[in-house]
């Protein structure tokens, strides 16, 4: 079965400094992929999604960007984070018919 | 472009009645809809998907959504509320002909004892 796998759960950073978050798939293979934010505990922002390796679409500009090195993995950085930054990251992958979600990782900005 | 609505931020009832947390939606081709529910500090949890067929759709925990395509909605519905059920509730939509997947605001559901 397709599990996905987000971390960290946590981060607090000081303003100024890079981000790193990452997400990885088991269990398929050549999934969409996509990074969304959650502030304040409401609605979902896409940011970003993928339909292959080395290809990344941008939905909002901003501070952010994503990369793709392989198949099952998506990393969302930062050079320098903003302190409108804070949020909550959540991972999804999807097939042809819906999108799976992991956990999610709580920034703050500090 | 896609685009999701949710007119409500959020939707009271009282337990062992019928609930209906609203979605009307916008894509340029044939949707896939979808209801995602969400507990505090967690992910997104998969309840239901409409993708073809029979415009009542049957998902977890009880909940039920009806397709409307000529109202363009998706309206998540349960006859009678849990106090569990309480929790924060996303319909997204996906055109067949796109990858990506857009969100609604999102419902929050109470449902007081």
């Known amino acids: 079965s397709q599990t996905i796998h987000q971390w960290p759960a946590t981060l607090v950073q000081p303003v100024g400094s890079p981000l790193s978050l990452e997400c990885t798939v088991e269990?398929?293979?050549?999934?969409?992929l996509y990074w969304y934010r959650q502030a304040a505990g409401r609605g979902l922002q896409l940011l970003f999604y993928?339909?292959?390796?080395?290809?990344i679409s941008s939905e909002v500009p901003q501070n952010l960007s994503a990369s793709r090195p392989q198949d099952r993995q998506f990393i969302l950085s930062s050079k320098k984070l903003l302190l409108s930054d804070s949020g909550f990251y959540l991972c999804?992958?999807?097939?042809?018919?819906?999108?799976?979600f992991g956990q999610g990782t709580r920034l703050t900005v500090v | 472009a896609q685009s999701v609505a949710q007119p409500e931020d959020q939707v009271n009832v009282a337990e062992g009645n019928p609930l209906t947390v609203k979605c009307t939606y916008s894509?340029?081709?044939?949707?896939?809809l979808f209801w995602y529910v969400q507990y505090p500090n967690r992910g997104l949890q998969f309840l239901l998907k409409?993708?073809?067929?029979?415009?009542l759709v049957k998902g977890s925990y009880g909940f039920e959504a009806e397709f409307n395509k000529s109202q363009t909605s998706f309206h998540l519905k349960k006859p009678s509320a849990l106090v569990s059920d309480s929790a924060l509730y996303f319909c997204?939509?996906?055109?067949?002909?796109?990858?990506?997947?857009?969100f609604g605001s999102g419902t929050r559901l109470s449902i007081r004892p």
């Open positions: 409409y993708i073809t067929g029979d415009n």
């Open positions: 993928s339909v292959g390796i080395g290809q």
């Open positions: 997204a939509v996906r055109d067949i002909l796109a990858s990506k997947i857009i």
């Open positions: 894509v340029s081709g044939n949707p896939y």
């Open positions: 999804a992958w999807g097939d042809r018919q819906e999108a799976f």
């Open positions: 269990g398929t293979s050549n999934p969409n």
